[in-house]
């Protein structure tokens, strides 16, 4: 470990023990389960039959005494390396110092932040006013994650003004919130706040649900006519489509324990912990934690990669808790009633429908998104045929923070929003 | 001397370095199919659901 890494700065990723022990079994699973494959045994997947059966073949060239402990050394090797990414993600210097933009408007615990304050010589009176809004999981900042890597800015320095909504912690108020009060009492005072000060309609764009949020917004402002367009970046709709198969046994136990907490009045029940939104992110692919700590491990920890790396990781193990009712509203009528596709997700009486909009819009769905499966965003872009479309390459958030966002998906979004 | 360098050298022919090097590969190929396998499986909820209801039946069979 070089000098720079000699402090540990955090203790994820969270559950740290979740992640240390899926990546042993992973590793000690399969040496054990080699004699199994050997014989036939183990249950493949059948998109992977026709590889399992040509190294079968290859098996069969060899003792298999002989081969079990290059299976055993190269699986030791593989857990070390895994634990080594977990360490170095541990030990790693970075922290985010990232100087907040200005304050334009706070409402509760919830702030509107002006990016085009501080960017005179870009931002000029006829520039395009867009409202980014962010899911109320996960913090703000992915939009504004590094002082070299920050979507705001780069929309700014593109000579669009932005403004970034930022939910905060739930407070007194809030803590009492659906999703219904948060588009209600927050969101659309926000959009009419930004509105009046410079009387122009504004664009608005939502991340992940907050895609669902501005769509409601959107559709509740439509006879006010003071939305220019809607942008909708990796935006669930169909919860159902390509769920895992243990998702809804997922959310039942979370409305027990729910259940439970409201009995013996523990702090469950209050707000819905930031580690049962991990251990639900976690399993919606139980290998890539391993895969990505271990390819972690191979970066040089000085690099701008290891660096982006490690705040991508930082801002997805941060956040605040949910209220309750939001989180029931998510789980009940979104993942288990899957009320936005089936029609029946309602806000301030409004069915929220996105095919009654008639505003310009922009869809962007990306390649290899776990949160949000491709499915469940494109039966939101079926909905939306004369939208414009973008397939951004990469996942859920590095579509959208990953360091190759700001040469080719930003600049896109920006040319939407001119 | 001479010798004991000589018997150092990996001459590209040798056999055992080349089995090693195959048994390593297979290995490597075998451990990536491995996780493969359970990511395909936890990510495709209709194959998984196929396999259990096959499980089930062959279980009630017997």
Not at chain 1, 81 to 94: C, D, F, K
Not at chain 1, 133 to 162: C, Q, R, W
């Amino acid at each position: 470990m070089s000098e720079n890494l000699l402090k540990q700065i955090r203790n994820g990723p969270h559950p740290l023990g979740l992640h240390v022990a899926s990546t042993t079994n992973m590793w000690t699973g399969a040496t054990a389960a080699f004699p199994l494959f050997q014989l036939g045994g183990l249950q493949i997947h059948p998109d992977l039959q026709n590889k399992a059966e040509d190294l079968r073949k290859d098996i069969s060239n060899h003792n298999a005494e002989d081969l079990l402990p290059f299976v055993m050394k190269q699986a030791q090797s593989r857990l070390a390396e895994t634990l080594a990414g977990i360490r170095l993600y541990q030990y790693h210097p970075y922290q985010r110092k990232v100087k907040p933009a200005p304050l334009f408007h706070k409402i509760g615990s919830t702030e509107i932040l002006d990016y085009g304050d501080g960017h005179q010589s870009d931002v000029a009176d006829d520039s395009p006013i867009v409202i980014a809004v962010p899911s109320l999981v996960n913090p703000a900042y992915i939009l504004d994650l590094k002082e070299d890597h920050s979507f705001m800015h780069t929309l700014a320095e593109m000579g669009i003004h932005p403004y970034l909504l930022d939910w905060c912690a739930p407070e007194d108020e809030e803590l009492g919130f659906n999703l219904e009060d948060y588009i209600l009492k927050r969101l659309i005072p926000m959009i009419y706040e930004v509105h009046r000060h410079h009387n122009k309609k504004i664009h608005l764009m939502g991340y992940c649900m907050g895609g669902n949020l501005s769509l409601a917004a959107a559709q509740i402002l439509e006879d006010d006519n003071i939305i220019e367009s809607l942008t909708l970046i990796a935006t669930p709709w169909d919860f159902h489509a390509q769920q895992p198969t243990h998702l809804s046994a997922l959310t039942d136990y979370f409305l027990k324990m729910d259940q439970n907490d409201q009995k013996t009045a523990s702090s469950i029940s209050d707000m819905m912990e930031l580690n049962i939104m991990q251990l639900f992110f976690f399993s919606l692919d139980p290998t890539l934690s391993d895969r990505k700590f271990r390819k972690f491990s191979h970066f040089d920890p000085a690099s701008d990669k290891a660096e982006n790396f490690v705040a991508i990781e930082d801002w997805a193990g941060d956040g605040c808790p949910l209220s309750p009712e939001v989180s029931k509203d998510c789980l009940i009528n979104w993942y288990q009633k899957n009320q936005p596709h089936k029609k029946c997700w309602r806000v301030a009486g409004h069915v929220i429908s996105p095919r009654s909009l008639n505003i310009p819009g922009h869809i962007i769905t990306p390649t290899a998104d776990r949160i949000v499966p491709a499915a469940s965003a494109k039966a939101l872009r079926d909905l939306l045929p004369n939208f414009a479309h973008t397939t951004a390459n990469g996942g859920h958030v590095s579509m959208i923070a990953g360091k190759d966002a700001k040469t080719i998906l930003w600049p896109i979004i920006a040319s939407f929003l001119k | 001397m001479a010798k004991k360098i000589q018997s150092n050298i990996v001459h590209p022919n040798n056999n055992s370095t080349a089995h090693s090097k195959e048994k390593q590969s297979i290995a490597e190929r075998y451990l990536d199919l491995w996780q493969d396998n359970i990511r395909h499986w936890a990510t495709d909820p209709a194959a998984m659901e196929k396999w259990l209801a096959d499980i089930v039946k062959k279980q009630t069979k017997t």
